[in-house]
């Protein structure tokens, strides 16, 4: 059964850090690249952190070195460390399987970057 749950979200403000959690099922984590996608609305849904199997990682580069993204393997855990927020962070974010996503989506976690 496919589980992909989203926690860590919240209100902050800018400048500010949060540290996304998203529990995956064993047999997803373990086969695939893990990925952070983002949603604000009236926009489109993009990807923003990528990880493969063996731990290389990518970003995009509205927030390359202030994003990091990281696998535990062993939980089937994936992070994203969210540091020096800005109001454009402010979106729903879903993880889920990069460069070809599947069709299930988790319920996502609310980051907001507001004053």
């Known amino acids: 059964q496919v589980q992909l749950v989203e926690s860590g979200g919240g209100l902050v403000q800018p400048g500010g850090s949060l540290r996304l959690s998203c529990a995956a099922s064993?047999?997803?984590?373990?086969?695939?690249?893990m990925g952070w996608y983002r949603q604000a609305p009236g926009h489109p849904r993009e990807l923003v952190a990528a990880?493969?199997?063996?731990?290389?990682?990518n970003y995009a580069d509205s927030v390359k070195g202030r994003f990091t993204i990281s696998r535990d393997n062993a939980k089937n855990t994936l992070y994203l460390q969210m540091n020096s927020l800005k109001p454009e962070d402010t979106a729903v974010y879903y993880c889920?399987?990069?460069?070809?996503?599947?069709?299930?989506w988790g319920q996502g976690t609310q980051v907001t970057v507001s004053s």
């Open positions: 889920n399987t990069p460069p070809h996503p599947l069709d299930y």
């Open positions: 064993g047999s997803i984590f373990s086969g695939y690249a």
């Open positions: 990880i493969t199997r063996d731990g290389r990682t």
